[in-house]
């Protein structure tokens, strides 16, 4: 409950709406008290009197207050919209700000489908306990004193039966809740579950019809999804035993009231008036509880979404600016690793990097190569600080990383990553995505210089063609030049190219090797390759094996001292030199 009571902090800038709800719900339960009473006057002075005028004077407040208490109700509803919406838009604008903050770390703990469920699923569970709040928490408890307080008043020998009532009432309501809380836990989690394996599918649709692994994925989807069902089912199961239980009692209550109110009446110390009233005021009394117990489900669902939704709220980004960390205005582009040591989790886990040292001068092309797994992605998520060193330092003109700015760093860093996420909106939007202000000529230049401009005129639209979601209308060769040309267009002091040409055929790879020479001179350039082909060129080239260097030098160097990179070149070019 304490994250819960943290989560409801969110509906402190709208505390009038609140208010102004509450004390609405507080006349809705005055009027409709008076209901019973009036209808009391009306069997006990008016029918039974036969007094006409006042049966119709009576009938008319009971008008006018059923018609006061819709009014009130009306008005308690707009005011606690109000209340809960802009309340669950706020926290979900927080959420998503906290997650923005997060640095590559964090993320790695929490798959798409959790934060989605928590975005969406479990800030719904928690708006829908607000919004039932506002609107009955308040009605609840109000109608239950009122209504026993006049019972008591009227007739204390009748009112005594709620004496037997209500600890049978709140006994089996606390054990609905304690048997029923952990449920809506696991109803939460199931749903969380699922969602990862729907989004997860969905991305990966291609990849499941071309390994024919439909029937796969269908058993995989309908096992999360017999488990939410089993959950969801025991739930409402428990429901459905519950409330007929309560009801029962309500109607035990109503038999006894009759029957010793019909005592009463024949003795003469009770009317038939009274006895009407004491049923609605049952009823009254009553229901606030059923009610109570109906929204115990949704306050535990509640509470457990409350703990999820602090999880996050609660991360610490792993990566983030120190109090003094130093403002960068300019950059040369000299990256020194000192001694650097990387392992994704500090818990001792197996190093990814190892004692790697190597110097970038300003506008030199530095080429990373070595197999799958030797740790070339680890290496340069360090520079721009995806990341930070596990041991040693990562310095750029001097300075330790970790002691600048993150967002002056990054602004002076291009990266074009193996994986080219595109996003929904035009091909010029995703090219200008780092620089929202760039002129058509920059977008034009930027993709020129990344071969794109050839197949981005290609379409009807031009620059203006919509991008499917993730760039699904476009090839994997077209989304990796618009993710190089969006690189390129922000001018970076270094420049990042992980992979970024792995789906391009080898005549565009030279055509775009050839425009970034010219763009590359005045930037320092990390170029990870696949093909060695990509690579001769650089000024240096770093041979990694086994998150060590194991090689440092031009191509013509490492032909005479390195063994592992002559057995690179010689598979993929042999001896002649030429691209296989």
């Known amino acids: 409950m304490n994250d819960f009571r943290r989560v409801l902090k969110y509906l402190s800038p709208y505390r009038k709406e609140a208010i102004m709800a509450t004390i609405l719900l507080a006349l809705v339960v005055v009027t409709d ?13 008016g029918v039974a009197a036969g007094d006409m005028p006042l049966i119709i004077r009576t009938s008319l407040l009971m008008i006018g207050a059923s018609v006061l208490s819709a009014t009130f109700m009306v008005g308690n509803t707009i005011f606690a919209v109000r209340a809960s919406k802009g309340f ?29 469920t928590r975005l969406t699923s479990d800030i719904n569970q928690i708006h829908m306990i607000v919004l039932m709040g506002l609107r009955m928490f308040t009605r609840a408890p109000l109608m239950f004193i009122g209504s026993v307080s006049i019972m008591f008043a009227t007739n204390s020998q009748l009112a005594s039966i709620m004496f037997v009532l209500l600890p049978l009432t709140i006994v089996l309501v606390a054990i609905f809740v304690r048997i029923v809380q952990p449920l809506f836990t696991k109803v939460q989690e199931r749903l969380e579950y699922m969602n990862q394996v729907l989004q997860e599918n969905l991305s990966g649709i291609r990849v499941v019809k071309s390994f024919v692994r439909r029937d796969h994925e269908n058993q995989k989807f309908e096992g999360a999804n017999v488990e939410l069902y089993g959950t969801s089912l025991r739930v409402t199961q428990l429901l459905s035993v519950f409330f007929p239980i309560i009801m029962a009692l309500l109607n035990l209550g109503t038999v006894a009231i009759i029957y010793y109110g019909g005592l009463q009446v024949f003795e003469g110390t009770a009317s038939v008036g009274q006895i009407m009233a004491f049923i609605n005021y049952l009823f009254s009394t009553m229901f606030p509880i059923l009610m109570l117990s109906m929204m115990a489900g949704q306050v535990s669902a509640a509470t457990a979404s409350s703990r999820r939704i602090m999880q996050i709220l609660d991360s610490e980004p792993e990566v983030q600016d120190k109090p003094d960390a130093i403002a960068l205005d300019e950059m040369k582009g000299r990256v020194v690793f000192e ?55 990562v310095t750029i003109d001097g300075v330790d990383v970790r002691d600048l700015r993150m967002d002056d760093l990054r602004r002076h860093v291009g990266i074009s990553l193996q994986e080219a996420v595109l996003f929904s909106g035009t091909i010029r939007d995703n090219i200008r995505y780092g620089l929202p202000d760039a002129s058509d000529e920059e977008v034009i230049a930027a993709a020129k210089a990344a071969q794109a401009h050839e197949f981005i005129t290609g379409f009807p639209e031009g620059y203006d063609t919509m991008v499917g979601q993730r760039g699904v209308n476009l090839s994997g060769g077209q989304k990796q030049r618009v993710a190089i040309a969006r690189a390129l267009l922000v001018r970076p002091t270094i420049l990042i190219l992980d992979d970024s040409t792995s789906a391009v055929d080898v005549e565009t790879e030279a055509l775009i090797e050839e425009a970034l020479e010219e763009l590359m001179k005045d930037r320092t350039s990390f170029v990870i390759a696949q093909r060695i082909s990509t690579v001769l060129k650089a000024d240096k080239i770093i041979v990694l094996d086994d998150g060590q260097v194991a090689a440092e030098g031009n191509h013509d160097t490492l032909m005479e001292t390195s063994p592992i990179y002559r057995e690179i070149y010689e598979s993929q070019l042999g001896d002649g030199g030429e691209v296989q």
């Open 33 to 45: 008290l008076s209901i019973p009473r009036l209808v009391q006057v009306i069997i006990d002075q």
């Open 339 to 393: 001694d650097v040591a990387f392992s994704y989790r500090d818990d001792g886990g197996d190093p990814v990097l190892t004692d790697v040292s190597f110097t970038a001068e300003p506008g030199e092309t530095v080429a990373i190569l070595g197999s799958t797994g030797s740790g070339k992605s680890s290496l340069i998520n360090l520079i721009p600080r995806f990341y930070d060193v596990s041991g040693g330092r």
């Open 88 to 116: 669950e838009a706020d926290l979900r604008e927080s959420l998503f700000k906290k997650i923005q903050t997060f640095s590559f770390g964090n993320l790695d703990d929490f798959t798409t489908g959790q934060l989605l």
